[in-house]
């Protein structure tokens, strides 16, 4: 089978999720893997079971060459969805098997209330609203309410177990999950209550979704899923839809890519006929706030890639910021006020110096700091005669790098060296800022920020919750998900300094 045209990038995640990083030996295992998704007409007439369909299909075929798409009657509407998730699955990789041997299939996640007999292991899932459900042993069923929550994070959590399953050989814990029923809005697992009915109009005026790459696309994709929002969202990123980011990116195709068009407007099309307003800033956060002409930020949700983003959005003092990341060994969501509990900063401000970014690019490509700092602040593009001259320093093969031929040098370090293993897994720093996660975990971070945001939004929470959640997906859930966290123990943060504190009240008195 045909591994898709990213396959590169979805190597570097499986490298630095599994410490694999033999590119060819993963290649060859990967071109022998399928995963089958089989349901039924019951699956096919709930709301939530078509919103689970949808995004276990789009997580599945970015990245396996194979995905089996098995009805389990013979509904008309059974047979329909068939073919709209094959053409869904094909923008994404053309050149996916849509019929594997069944040889090939390493597991079959399953939606609806039928138990077929397929010869492989499978995996139950679906959600009843706000509770996503997996069983690995009976059809667990989906609801039809408009809450589409539940049913986006029983699509990860089973895209991740059909993962354990695909590549138990190299990972240290492969249990699958037993039974669960995870609450997504308040973080609880176990045999929950179906939880408060999501309103049938809930209003996010005044939301800013800072950071459209694979978490923030995510949240989109399932805040788009829920009928009953309205209001405006600010959406701000200045990039665009790139072949190297169809490995996790939620509803980007190969169109998208080949067009180049902007992350802003390709998550303004998901809103296209509902009630919510997407004002697109194809803007860095800090060219929006200059173009700003009124301070207030009322809620800010942040899927930024680095520390020093955050640490920089929590300075423009949002009146609340809901935060979500993926990171080697978890994902999760934060939620911060400022006054009271950590604020964003603090959970980013570095325990001790940090390396610079000169320091860093040249520790990397092993040629002289000083020569590489001063190559930064010209803003040197690469060229063949430098790759040659990193090819040999660095023993990295110069073929591996020609590609990134003309780029600027800070953008080589960011794609040549922290998004590929041919420097070590370990290239970029420690800081975790460079991380590339399976789809499946950034799609979760992305589905529990949009439930962050619809709860803030109609204060569906009647308890406090501490301010982190953290889940790893590459084992079994825990039973606790829910973290305190206090401010940063340096004293020194922005929030607990007077100046700082005294404008942020007067901002929101
Ligand atoms: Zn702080």
């Known amino acids: 089978m045909n591994v898709a045209s990213f396959f590169d990038r979805s190597a570097t995640a499986v490298a630095q999720v599994l410490g694999e990083c033999d590119s060819d030996r993963l290649r060859l295992k990967l071109s022998g893997l399928a995963v089958a998704l089989a349901f039924d007409s019951k699956a096919v007439r709930?709301?939530?079971?078509?919103?689970?369909?949808?995004?276990?299909?789009?997580?599945?075929?970015?990245?396996?060459?194979?995905?089996?798409?098995?009805?389990?009657d013979d509904d008309p509407a059974t047979v329909a969805m068939v073919s709209k998730l094959g053409e869904a699955a094909g923008a994404i990789h053309p050149g996916i098997e849509l019929k594997p041997e069944m040889c090939t299939v390493c597991c079959c996640l399953i939606v609806g209330s039928r138990v077929p007999a397929l010869g492989v292991p499978t995996i139950f899932i679906g959600s009843h609203g706000w509770n996503a459900i997996?069983?690995?042993?009976?059809?667990?069923?989906?609801?039809?309410?408009?809450?589409?929550?539940?049913?986006?994070?029983?699509?990860?959590?089973?895209?991740?177990?059909?993962?354990?399953?695909?590549?138990?050989?190299?990972?240290p814990d492969t249990r699958p999950d037993r039974a669960l029923e995870f609450d997504v809005l308040h973080h609880r697992l176990g045999r929950c209550s179906v939880g408060p009915a999501l309103p049938d109009r809930v209003d996010i005026d005044g939301t800013h979704l800072v950071g459209l790459g694979a978490i923030g696309r995510a949240a989109a994709w399932s805040l788009s899923h829920a009928p009953a929002l309205r209001g405006r969202l600010d959406g701000v990123d200045h990039e665009a839809i790139e072949d190297s980011n169809l490995q996790r990116y939620v509803g980007a195709?190969?169109?998208?890519?080949?067009?180049?068009?902007?992350?802003?407007?390709?998550?303004?099309?998901?809103?296209?006929?509902?009630?919510?307003?997407?004002?697109?800033?194809?803007?860095?956060?800090?060219?929006?706030?200059?173009?700003?002409?009124?301070?207030?930020?009322?809620?800010?949700?942040?899927?930024?890639?680095?520390?020093?983003?955050?640490?920089?959005l929590q300075a423009a003092l949002p009146r609340r910021i809901l935060n979500a990341w993926t990171q080697p060994g978890d994902l999760g969501v934060s939620r911060h006020g400022f006054t009271s509990g950590p604020c964003l900063a603090c959970l980013y401000l570095p325990e001790r110096e940090v390396p610079s970014l000169s320091h860093l690019v040249a520790d990397a490509i092993r040629l002289p700091e000083l020569e590489v700092r001063g190559l930064l602040h010209a803003g040197f593009r690469v060229d063949a005669a430098f790759l040659g001259r990193v090819a040999l320093a660095a023993e990295v093969p110069l073929?591996?790098?020609?590609?990134?031929?003309?780029?600027?040098?800070?953008?080589?370090?960011?794609?040549?060296?922290?998004?590929?293993?041919?420097?070590?897994?370990?290239?970029g720093g420690d800081r975790g800022a460079m991380a590339v996660p399976m789809a499946f975990q950034s799609a979760?971070?992305?589905?529990?920020?949009?439930?962050?945001?619809?709860?803030?939004?109609?204060?569906?929470?009647?308890?406090?919750?501490?301010?982190?959640?953290?889940?790893?997906?590459?084992?079994?859930?825990?039973?606790?998900?829910?973290?305190?966290?206090?401010?940063?123990?340096?004293?020194?943060c922005i929030c607990q300094d007077d100046t700082y504190r005294a404008a942020y009240q007067r901002k929101y008195a």
């Open 134 to 171: 997996l069983d690995p042993s009976q059809p667990v069923g989906s609801l039809d309410t408009l809450n589409p929550f539940g049913a986006a994070a029983a699509a990860c959590v089973g895209v991740a177990n059909a993962f354990r399953f695909a590549f138990a050989d190299l990972l």
């Open 253 to 312: 195709t190969q169109a998208d890519a080949a067009a180049g068009v902007l992350k802003c407007q390709s998550v303004m099309a998901m809103f296209r006929g509902s009630g919510v307003q997407v004002v697109e800033h194809p803007l860095t956060w800090g060219q929006y706030l200059r173009s700003r002409a009124d301070c207030r930020l009322d809620r800010v949700a942040v899927a930024l890639d680095t520390p020093d983003d955050r640490i920089s």
């Open 444 to 492: 979760l971070a992305g589905v529990l920020l949009a439930v962050e945001i619809v709860a803030d939004a109609v204060m569906l929470r009647t308890t406090a919750m501490a301010p982190l959640t953290k889940i790893n997906l590459l084992k079994p859930l825990g039973s606790r998900l829910v973290e305190p966290a206090a401010k940063h123990k340096s004293g020194q």
């Open 399 to 427: 073929e591996a790098l020609l590609p990134f031929d003309g780029l600027p040098l800070r953008s080589f370090y960011t794609k040549a060296v922290c998004g590929t293993t041919w420097f070590g897994t370990g290239a």
């Open 46 to 72: 709930a709301s939530e079971g078509v919103a689970t369909l949808e995004l276990a299909t789009d997580l599945l075929a970015r990245f396996y060459p194979g995905l089996g798409l098995i009805p389990l």
